[in-house]
């Protein structure tokens, strides 16, 4: 079977684990091109010399261009990724964006992303996924379809969900997976006082190994509109027999950019109902019952971007 006769419509079937998926998709082998590095004599150090520590974000008033970002990153390959030159990267992390109608964003996150994966001296790839048309937004099936499309695309180590309205503002705050336990990298955010919203609070920046996200069932596909999809998730974390662990408040800062609520993205009171069945459906909605159609896949210089329909909200 090609890759272009299986890409029509992704729906992982009850029974068919993220795992086994995986297993079977390791055959359409990109991890020859995107996840080799030129041999070195060692691996790179544990603590990078490159990190710069504590750097207020202050983005200008008005983003850069996709093109001036481009000229500022030429170790870039084609898709958006990176490997450190002269040693071997000890880690190999995919950077998921879920994305719609938000450019200006987009463009600053690019901006400040790349330079702070780079002083990290990490492996990595950014895919920016977005929901076709103007239907109402779903960020569980969204952030869903990216971890598969990112999952069969290579052999990723470490998956981070990133909003794309979050820069970080010390790159000692490590875009890498804990081995054992999901991690929450976004604890601090400057809307928030630099505090920890809620004990609960599992939003943001959350970084997972592919084995912790088949044992929670990735996210709910059942949170329509705004709201509650990442506390889903925190109960998820637990029901699966994991904790989230998090880094120093001191560290795990981000600036928030500024904007409004999008269009088709708006509070739903719904959510709340849904949230409370999380014990007893998490085991059945998330990742083996993923149904959305796969529209597109680009490698452009910065970026790869995969487009997807996540069908019609459910009333």
């Known amino acids: 079977m090609t890759m272009a006769c299986s890409r029509r419509l992704r729906r992982l079937r009850p029974g068919l684990t993220l795992l086994a998926a995986l297993t079977v998709a390791a055959t359409f082998a990109l991890r020859?091109?995107?996840?080799a590095t030129p041999p070195?004599?060692?691996?790179?150090?544990?603590a990078s010399p490159l990190l710069a520590g504590p750097r207020p974000a202050r983005p200008p008033?008005?983003?850069?261009?996709?093109?001036?970002?481009?000229?500022?990153?030429?170790?870039?390959?084609?898709?958006?990724?990176?490997?450190?030159?002269g040693c071997?990267?000890?880690?190999?992390?995919?950077?998921?964006?879920?994305?719609?109608s938000r450019l200006a964003h987009l463009r600053y996150l690019l901006d400040h992303l790349h330079p702070f994966l780079q002083r990290q001296r990490i492996h990595y790839g950014i895919y920016v996924v977005e929901q076709w048309g103007?239907?109402?937004?779903?960020?569980?099936?969204?952030?869903?379809a990216g971890i598969v499309e990112v999952l069969r695309d290579a052999d990723w180590?470490?998956?981070i969900l990133h909003d794309v309205d979050l820069l970080a503002e010390d790159d000692r705050n490590t875009y890498t997976c804990d081995n054992y336990n999901p991690t929450h990298l976004s604890v601090a955010i400057d809307k928030f006082d630099y505090r920890l919203l809620y004990r609960e609070y599992f939003g943001g920046v959350v970084a997972l190994t592919p084995e912790q996200l088949r044992k929670m069932n990735g996210f709910s596909n059942q949170y329509w509109g705004w709201g509650r999809e990442d506390d889903d998730l925190w109960k998820r974390v637990g029901l699966s027999g994991m904790k989230v662990v998090r880094p120093s408040v001191k560290v795990a800062r981000y600036k928030m950019i500024k904007h409004e609520r999008d269009p088709g993205n708006e509070e739903n009171p719904h959510n709340f109902d849904v949230l409370k069945r999380t014990e007893l459906d998490w085991r059945s909605d998330g990742l083996n019952s993923l149904s959305y159609k796969f529209l597109s896949k680009e490698r452009k210089a910065l970026f790869t971007h995969i487009t997807i329909d996540v069908g019609e909200k459910q009333t």
């Open 157 to 159: 180590s470490c998956v």
């Open 88 to 100: 071997q990267a000890r880690h190999r992390t995919a950077i998921v964006i879920p994305y719609r």
């Open 61 to 85: 008033p008005s983003p850069p261009t996709l093109a001036e970002i481009e000229m500022r990153n030429g170790a870039l390959w084609s898709g958006g990724f990176y490997s450190p030159p």
């Open 134 to 144: 103007q239907g109402t937004f779903n960020k569980g099936i969204l952030l869903n």
């Open 32 to 35: 020859g091109t995107l996840l």
């Open 40 to 46: 070195s004599p060692a691996g790179c150090h544990a």
